[in-house]
């Protein structure tokens, strides 16, 4: 066998391994067709993100709020995005745009159908790239469940069940959150049920939520090139419909704060960049989140 096609042979055997690997862990990965993704210059490479969303708060009732404690201390330990803003009223269709950089159609909450859109989004051009994903759905009734409601459970708040490209057993329950966060995901999202995400309950719920659920990641993600962001899905329809959003981790810089204004899709194309991926919908058009970074 000629020395170029051992080499061949030898990088099959390592994608080989490494899929299985990502498949005995339970993260969607994809390997074939993609090549190597490198990030934006003007962003860093996390080894793993967290995104959690939460409901219907303006900056200013969040940011600088005694009720919110834990996200402060987030925002002087990291960064803080004073001019960040959502794309629309109400919900669904900001998680859409958030996720793959276009409302696809969505105007209101109602219970879409499963799989209705093929389109481009970040956990399909994370897969596509060779990448894991996953959400963390707190009181979805199982991994994977379409079910449009239980309990506290919405899925108006679940985007990824809109696209076919997207496996649905990559929808996790947030009992499935790990606690060895080495075996997350490279990118994932975590969604509060109704009451958590101050939807239906108070700022200090969902703050001490968060807390309680995040702040041992957050705490390892300073040591380990990791990142949480912190943001809402819109305001209460009283403030231009401007948003908390806080960045923190190993690569932020603590204290910064960016006056620059930014949406939804800004900070979808960031997550794209930080791994290299194409840009879903109005990502193509959007720019990165800069000016935060330590390097």
Known sequence: MSGRNV?????????????????AAGLWTGFAGSSPARAAAAVPTPDHVVVVVFENHAYSQVIGSSGAPYINSLKTGGANLSQS???????????????????????????????????????????????????????????GSTTCSSGKYARKHNPWFGFSNVPTSSARTFAQFPTDYTTLPQVSFV???????????????????????????????????????????????????KIPTVLYGQQVTAG????????????????????????AGNAASAKDITGIWTS
């Open 85 to 143: 803003y959502a794309e629309t009223h109400p919900s669904q269709p900001n998680y859409f745009a958030l996720f793959s950089g276009s409302t696809q159609g969505i105007t209101d909450d109602s219970c879409y159908t499963p799989g209705f859109s093929s389109a481009p989004n970040l956990a399909s051009e994370l897969i596509a790239a060779g990448r894991t994903w996953g959400s963390y759905n707190e009181t979805l009734p199982s991994q």
């Open 7 to 23: 080499y061949r042979r030898s990088r099959a055997v390592v994608a080989s391994a490494l899929a299985f690997t990502a498949a």
């Open 191 to 241: 969604v509060p049920n109704l009451c958590s995400d101050m939807h239906d309950c108070s700022v200090s719920t969902g703050d001490t939520w968060l807390k309680n659920n995040l702040s041992a990641y957050a705490t390892w993600a300073k040591t380990h090139n990791s990142l949480l962001v912190v943001t809402f899905d819109e305001d209460n329809r009283l403030s231009g419909n």
């Open 256 to 279: 910064s704060s960016s006056t620059t204004t930014y949406n939804h899709y800004d900070l979808l194309r960031t997550l794209e960049d930080m791994h290299g991926l194409p840009h």
